[in-house]
């Protein structure tokens, strides 16, 4: 071996070692730059392959002639005699290009299969349409919709995020992250609950408000394990964790139950509830609560019972204790209908006499404003104070 061809594989190692990149692969690119090199000449063969002796270096050409099914019927060695000085320019120009191929190919590899993992990066830049993140070989790119509008993205500070999608692009991959995605708080949890984990707890449902609230429902498959417990942790230390990860954002955990009452119940919560009536035909659940759970239960700008509606896959209605009576006094249910005159009337669901659009206003009236009965009052008549007793007397309808 020439002392040329020592230091070309010495180089070649050392090269592939610091890339990562195998010996082999780089032989490959190689010799594919130099057929491209030898077919610029005036007198190179149509057809032609470059081998390299991976145990000398050695550079050899081969000219071929093919048949009509591309078949190699004659082959001979057609090396120029200055081929070390072109295999020399070419390998640096090849070598170059390759490595950066392979690189972004390996980037990729690394990546392409962790849709739905998260990642800890560093802010390199942040701005209105985009945040950067510094994964360490590669950038994340987190556009506005996957920034909760709310937190403030300063550059250098570091922060977790969920993949969305893995892009292969012509300069590398592009890895997409978000930070209001449901998952991130699903991962968080599994980072800090060895239960969900090993798959003993389960996360059956889950709706989120990115920097508000969230509200998961999960199952215990150990009977002496609470699902709750294992995912809050002691005095709320596990829960603590993620909640500090996501600026503030609340985290409430409920048990889920198959049984739909149950659920909707647990999803409501803190707020305490009275009674649940479903109506399968609409999916809406009538949630009965003490007067004084209402505001509670509805939350602030109804945030509550949006959550335990997404949780559920219900529509809520929360009523108090006094609207329910309200609404149960003054209205019977029934349905209006055309009769055989072409009038609308409205019919009781429990049956008897249809009510007419009048009768129905009237009774809408005494419902809302009962009448006083009114006593009979016998006014004496006294000369020159008619008028004055008159306006005295109770009227019909008045109060008392």
């Known amino acids: 071996m020439s002392k040329t061809n020592y230091e070309f594989l010495d180089a070649l190692g050392q ?103 998260i990642v800890t990066g560093i802010v390199q830049q942040a701005d209105s349409r985009y945040t950067l993140l510094d994964l360490g070989k590669v950038e994340a790119l987190m556009p506005q919709a996957e920034q909760v509008s709310y937190e403030k993205y300063e550059q250098g500070s570091r922060m977790k995020a969920y993949i969305v999608e893995v892009r292969k692009t012509s300069k590398g991959p592009q890895i997409v992250v978000s930070r209001t995605h449901p998952g991130l708080v699903k991962r968080l949890l599994e980072l800090e609950v060895p239960e969900l984990s090993s798959g003993v707890v389960e ?41 500090n990860e996501l600026n503030g954002e609340r985290i409430d955990v409920v048990p889920y139950s198959d049984d739909t009452v149950t659920l909707i119940e647990n999803a409501l919560q803190p707020a305490k509830i009275r009674e649940v009536r479903l109506d399968d035909a609409t999916g809406t659940a009538t949630v009965i609560v003490n007067d004084f759970q209402l505001s509670l239960a509805i939350g602030k700008e109804g945030q509550n019972a949006r959550l335990a509606a997404r949780l559920t896959g219900w529509r809520i209605d929360i009523k108090s204790e006094s609207q329910l009576q309200e609404e149960e006094e003054g209205w019977a249910e029934g349905e209006w209908i055309e009769n055989e005159n072409g009038e609308q009337v409205w019919v009781p669901a429990e049956g008897g006499e249809a009510m007419s659009a009048s009768d129905w206003d009237d009774a809408s009236i005494d419902v809302a404003a009962p009448a006083a009965e009114v006593p009979v009052v016998e006014v004496p008549v006294v000369e020159d104070a008619n008028d004055d007793v008159a306006d005295e007397a109770p009227t019909e309808g008045s109060e008392q």
């Open 15 to 117: 090269i592939a070692r610091d890339k990562g990149i195998s010996v082999d692969t780089l032989l490959d690119a190689l010799a594919n730059g130099l057929v491209a090199a030898y077919k610029r000449r005036p007198d190179a063969a149509e057809e032609a392959v470059v081998t390299i002796d991976p145990d000398n270096g050695e550079i050899r050409v081969y000219g071929q002639e093919l048949d009509a099914e591309g078949n190699v019927i004659r082959e001979w060695d057609d090396t120029p005699d200055d081929f070390g000085r072109v295999a020399a320019q070419t390998m640096k120009q090849v070598f170059n290009q390759r490595i950066r191929e392979v690189e972004r190919d390996m980037k990729y590899d690394e990546y392409a299969g962790r849709e739905g993992d």
């Open 203 to 243: 996360i059956k449902a889950m709706a989120r408000e990115p920097g508000h609230r969230t509200k998961i429902a999960v199952w215990s498959n150990d009977s002496n394990i609470d699902p709750v417990g294992a995912c809050v942790g002691a005095r709320g230390s596990r829960v603590r964790m993620i909640t």
